[in-house]
């Protein structure tokens, strides 16, 4: 059974750093996409960052330039390296990841992280 587990989520202030992991455990299957996604109070799930199994990485505009995603293939655990963070940063924080069995796309979500930015 494949599980993401979610760490690195708090409390910090504006400026401010933060660095969250998601470990996948449980997968057969070579992990193709891992990513990223964000929920704020009353508003929809948004992607943040994702990267592929080939390293092409991708950003929404609005955290292009603070935010890092990268990934260690051997340990299948992703990252998101936060730096500048903003109020309007805090959110839910989810990793999903996405393989491939027989062409057919199967995604995983993680439980979430909360990362809450005072001013």
């Known amino acids: 059974q494949v599980q993401l587990v979610e760490s690195g989520g708090g409390l910090v202030q504006a400026g401010g750093s933060l660095r969250l992991s998601c470990a996948v455990s449980g997968s057969s299957f070579s992990i193709n996409t891992m990513a990223w996604y964000r929920q704020a109070p009353g508003k929809q799930r948004e992607s943040v960052a994702a990267?592929?199994?080939?390293?092409?990485?991708n950003y929404a505009d609005s955290v292009k330039g603070r935010f890092t995603i990268s990934r260690d293939n051997a340990k299948n655990t992703v990252y998101l390296q936060m730096n500048s963070l903003k109020p309007e940063d805090t959110a839910v924080y989810y990793c999903?990841?996405?393989?491939?069995?027989?062409?057919?796309?199967?995604?995983?979500w993680g439980q979430g992280t909360q990362v809450t930015v005072s001013s």
């Open positions: 990267i592929t199994s080939g390293g092409s990485t």
């Open positions: 999903k990841i996405r393989y491939f069995v027989v062409g057919i796309p199967q995604d995983y």
